[in-house]
C-alpha cells in the first residue's frame, strides 16, 4: 500500500482535470475576518498565483487549500471530494509548504530527504541517489553533510524548498518562496518551478516578487484584506 | 578586588537600581529561611519515614558492604557528572542577560563583575549541602537506623558535597566558555582565573536561555525548555541515512540519532542494564523492600526515555508543514521499534548475566517484556504531553503542574512497582504477568489518546 502513493499522485492529477477548486472560501475567527470569500481553480500544469498585500489572508487561503485549516464558509474539493488534510488522498496528492517545516536536529539535510523520500514508498527508485539530486538542483550539495541548525536563514529556506520539492505530488502549494534567496537563487527557483509544471504538476503559489509572478503565473488572484 | 574597581560596581549597582534601596541581602537569605522551614516542616518528616519503608536493619546492613559502598559511590559519581553536565547548559555563573550586556561586557574584570553571581552559587550550594546532610542524618537517627551522632558526620559530609557540586558546576561552565575561545598566554587556565575565563557568547547564550527556559517552564511549554537546553548535534555527519521501506527508515532514523547523540546513547543502556537488573532481582524474594521495583522503575525509565528523542523529536514536530508519507500515528509506532528493541536486548543480556551468577532464572526476563511494553505506553504519553492546560495555572499552581509533567512516569511507577511487588509476593507470578499486561495496554492507550489529540490539533 505505501509503495504506491507515488502512483496515486500521479492517477489523481491524471484523472482531475479540474483539480483543486474552492468556492467563495472564507475564513473567520469570532468577529475578526482573516479572509473574504475568494474563488481559486486550477487545472493540472496550471500556476496559480495569490497576490495581496501582508495581512490580507494569503497564508490563510493557502491553508484552506492544503487542507489543513477549515475554512468558516465556502467549500474546496480535490477531485470532487472535500479537502482534508487528514485523508491519505488529500496528503497524497498536495505537497505543500507553509511556515517552516519540521527538522529533526540529529539528521543531515541529506538524510531529510532520504528519510522523506522513504516513507513515500519510493525505495526502489534509488531515494539516496534522487535525494542528491534535488540538493544539486537546488546548488546545496556542498551542505548535504550539515545539520539544519548549521545553515544561514536563505539556506533554510532552501533546504525547505527541498524536503517539499523530493516528494511526489500532483499539486504544489508555496507560501512565498522567494523569502530570503537572493536574486540567482529566485531565478533557479523559478526555472524548478516552471520545469514542474511542464511535468504537469499543479502550483498555488503566494508570492511578492514581480518577476516571479509575471514567470510562473497563468492565473493570478489578487486577495482584499478585510 | 581593587578599591577603585569596588567603587565602580557599587555605582553601577545603584545605577541599576534606580532609587530603590538595596535588597540583595534579604533577597539572597530569604531562599535559605525558606528551605530551613521546609526542611524542617517536610524534609525530615519524609526522611525518616523512607527510612523506615526501607527496612532499617535491612539498611544498616546492606549500607556497610562493599556492594552498598560501590552504589552508594556510584550514586554520587553519577550525580557530580550530572553536575558538570549541567554546567554546560547552565552554569552557577548567569547574571540576568542586561547585566551581562552592559556590566560584564565592560573593560571591568570579570572576577569583579561576576564575582557576587559565583559567590550566591557557591553559597546556595554549600548550604544546601549542609541541609541536605543535616536532613539526612536526623531522618537517619530518628527513624532508628542510625546514631543521632552520625548527625555532625552527614552534615559536615553534605557541606563537603555541596562544595564539590559548586567547583563541578563552574568547571562544566568553563569547558562550555573554552570551547568558544581557548586560554591564552594573558589568560592562564586554572580555578583561580575561572570567572576572567567566561566568555561574553557563552554568558550571553546561557542568560538568553535562562530567559527562554524559565519563560518556558512558567507558560507550561516545557518542549520549549528542553529543545533550548538540548546541545546541538554535530557527531557523525558523514553516516548517512540508508533507505528503506517506511517503517524501517524511520527505526533506522532512530539508530543514526543514538549514534549522534553517544552521551544520551550510553546513559540510556547504563540506567536501562541497571533498572532491568533491578526488576528481575526484585522478583527473587518476597522480602524484597518495594523501593528496589520503585527505584529500578525510574531507572528503567530514564533508560528507556535516553532512546526515545526519534519519539519525542516526531512529538516536537507536531503542527508544522507535514513532509513524512506515513501517518502521524504509524510515525509514532514506529518511533518505538528501537527503544523497545534496545530495552529487550539490553534484558535479554542483562538476565544471561544474572542467569549465570545464579541470582535469577531465565525466566524472569520475560517480566521484563511486559515493563517494555509499560515504558513504551508512559514514553508515548510523555512525548506527546503537549503544552500544560490552563487549569494548571489555577490556585493550586505548582502541585497541578508537577502532577501533570509526572503523569507518565507516576503511570510506570505504580503500575510497575504495584505488579512487581504483587508477583514476588505470589506463589503464581503469572496472574500478576497478566495483569501487567493489561494495565500496561491501558497506559498505552492513554498514549494513544494524547497522539490522536496532538495530531488533530496539528
Known sequence: ?226 | MSRADQQRLTQVRAAARGNRTDTSRGDALYPVYVAVIAAGAYGIPAAQQLFRSLDGRWLADEALTPAGLIVAVTLTVGLLALIRFVGRVHGPVVPPLPYVEMVVASPMPRKVTLGRQWRLSQGGSVFGGLLLGATTGAGLAIAGVASPALLLSTTVGGGLLGVLVAELWLLGQLQASSQVFKPGPRLPRGRRNALALLDITSLRRQAASNVTIGGAVLAGDLRTARLDAARPTTHARKARLKTGRPLVVIARRDLLGLRRAPGSTLYGLGFAAAGSAGLMLSLQSPHTPTVAPLLSLVLAYLGFGAWCEGLRLHADNSGTSRMLGLPYRDTAWAHLIVPVSAWVLTSVVVNAVLSLAGLAPGVAFLWNLGIAVLLAGSHLMASFRGIAPVGVFGPAGMPSMIFWYARPLLATLVVGTAMTAWAARIPVPWVAFSWLLLLAAGVVGWGLALVGKRDKRS
Open chain 1, 1 to 226: 500500500m505505501l509503495g504506491s502513493r507515488g502512483d496515486t499522485a500521479a492517477a489523481v492529477s491524471r484523472t482531475t482535470g479540474g483539480l483543486l477548486r474552492a468556492t467563495g472560501v472564507g475564513k473567520k475567527i469570532d468577529e475578526a475576518v482573516l479572509l473574504l470569500p475568494t474563488d481559486v481553480e486550477l487545472a493540472a500544469a496550471q500556476c496559480v498565483v495569490l497576490r495581496g498585500p501582508n495581512g490580507s489572508g494569503k497564508t490563510t487561503l493557502l491553508r484552506i487549500l492544503a487542507g489543513t485549516m477549515p475554512p468558516s464558509e465556502g467549500e474546496v474539493t480535490l477531485g470532487g471530494a472535500p479537502v482534508d488534510e487528514r485523508q491519505d488522498s488529500t496528503r497524497t496528492a498536495i505537497a505543500a509548504l507553509i511556515g517552516a517545516p519540521a527538522t529533526y536536529r540529529d539528521l543531515t539535510l541529506v538524510d531529510h530527504l532520504v528519510l522523506i523520500d522513504s516513507t513515500w514508498g519510493r525505495v526502489g527508485e534509488r531515494a539516496e541517489q534522487r535525494s542528491d539530486e534535488i540538493l544539486e538542483l537546488l546548488e546545496i550539495d556542498h551542505l548535504a553533510e550539515r545539520f539544519p541548525h548549521e545553515l544561514s536563514s536563505g539556506q533554510q529556506q532552501l533546504f525547505h524548498l527541498a524536503m517539499v520539492l523530493v516528494r511526489p505530488c500532483s499539486i504544489l502549494i508555496l507560501d512565498e518562496p522567494e523569502q530570503r534567496l537572493d536574486t540567482d537563487k529566485r531565478e533557479l527557483l523559478t526555472e524548478i518551478l516552471l520545469d514542474r509544471k511542464d511535468e504537469g504538476c499543479a502550483l498555488v503559489v503566494a508570492c511578492h516578487d514581480p518577476a516571479m509572478t509575471e514567470e510562473l503565473a497563468d492565473v493570478i488572484v489578487d486577495i482584499q484584506p478585510a
